[in-house]
């Protein structure tokens, strides 16, 4: 069972808690943008074997939105931020590049 901490009120909780939101760190289209790109917005997702950055929502608890890192292989935790939070945290960086030799970042 995956489980996370909410960097907002500090719980730990498991899925049944929680609500996915997706992948994490996108960026959003809207009026003005080409047909392509919303088209891509929309449908085009990374589905990595491995690292993810990914969106929750504290459903059951403060409700609010946040960012976890994990391994979509073993589920492993590398760690949870606040939604605000335009990049991975360098420990959390740290964390991923001590677990998986040759990480290279995001994609």
Not at 38 to 60: I, K, S, T
Request: proline share 7%; hydrophobic share 35%.
């Amino acid at each position: 069972m995956l489980i996370l901490t909410c960097p907002y009120c500090g719980i730990q909780c498991d899925e049944t808690e929680l609500a996915p939101g997706g992948e994490a760190h996108l960026k959003r289209e809207g009026p003005g943008s080409s047909d392509a790109a919303f088209e891509a917005y929309l449908f085009e997702r990374a589905n990595p074997m491995g690292v993810h950055f990914e969106r929750w929502r504290h459903a059951n608890g403060c409700g609010k939105w946040f960012l976890a890192v994990r391994s979509t292989t073993t589920l492993e935790v590398y760690g949870t931020y606040k939604a605000q939070t335009p990049e991975p945290p360098a420990e959390i960086v740290a964390a991923i590049r001590a677990r998986v030799p040759g990480w290279g970042g995001r994609a």
